[in-house]
Nanobody, 123 residues
Framework: QVQLVESGGGLVQPGGSLRLSCAAS????????MSWFRQAPGKERELVAS????????NYADSVKGRFTISRDNVKNTVYLRMNSLKPEDTAVYYC????????????????WGQGTHVTVSS
């Protein structure tokens, strides 16, 4: 079955860094666009970053552009989100998503979701 398993979340101070990982299985990973979404309590889920299957084309939310970098390893079937210069407003549950097309800002994502990993940015 399709599985997406996120890891790497935690508690960091403002200005710190984290790298999230999403391990994928149960589908042809390189044929799918991957993305990271996040959801804070009381807020709607929003796209953070997305990446195509093989071309390396990416989309980023304006709020994270220049601070976050999405990448993937199609041999390890893993997608990553490197987060630098973290701010308190980055605090959220971060979810991995897989779909047939590249996700843009405002899109809802594909049908396959991970369980989420918590990121808390606080002093």
């Amino acid at each position: 079955q399709v599985q997406l398993v996120e890891s790497g979340g935690g508690l960091v101070q403002p200005g710190g860094s984290l790298r999230l990982s999403c391990a994928a299985s149960g589908f042809i990973f390189s044929s799918y666009a991957m993305s990271w979404f996040r959801q804070a309590p009381g807020k709607e889920r929003e796209l953070v970053a997305s990446i195509t299957g093989t071309s390396g084309r990416t989309n980023y939310a304006d709020s994270v552009k220049g601070r976050f970098t999405i990448s993937r390893d199609n041999v390890k079937n893993t997608v990553y989100l490197r987060m630098n210069s973290l701010k308190p407003e980055d605090t959220a549950v971060y979810y991995c998503n897989a779909g047939r097309t590249l996700v843009g800002v405002g899109d809802k994502g594909g049908d396959s979701w991970g369980q989420g990993t918590h990121v808390t940015v606080s002093s």
